[in-house]
């Protein structure tokens, strides 16, 4: 069973940042990629930030480039979304989550989910 915490989240002012981690755990987790996701309330759940398998550059939702950077350490299985110049719109549950095979912006194709983190930005 693999396991994903994220950590992180919190109550900011608009203009700040915040640091969010996903650490993975559970059975051997090669080949797996882990992204980042967000739901705000009466939203569908749209893709942030992630790496495809074919490597390269990560990609970012139109509206958090230039200001969100994913980062991965592959040793210790956990992932970083950091996130500056936070705006109201930013408001959301954060969830990590991993895939092996399927497109990555598509929630359908990802194989395990944390259990998601609240991040509030209040102006």
């Known amino acids: 069973q693999v396991k994903l915490v994220e950590s992180g989240g919190g109550l900011v002012q608009a203009g700040a940042s915040l640091r969010l981690s996903c650490a993975a755990s559970g059975r051997p987790f090669d080949n797996y990629l882990m992204n980042w996701f967000r739901q705000a309330p009466g939203k569908e759940r749209e893709f942030v930030a992630g790496f495809a398998r074919s490597g390269g550059t990560p990609y970012y939702l139109d509206s958090v480039k230039g200001r969100f950077t994913i980062a991965r350490d592959n040793t210790q299985n956990v992932v970083y979304l950091q996130m500056n110049s936070l705006k109201t719109e930013d408001t959301a549950v954060y969830y990590c989550?991993?895939?092996?095979?399927?497109?990555?912006?598509?929630?359908?194709?990802?194989?395990?989910w944390g259990q998601g983190i609240q991040v509030t930005v209040s102006s």
């Open positions: 989550a991993a895939i092996k095979t399927g497109s990555i912006y598509s929630a359908r194709a990802y194989d395990y």
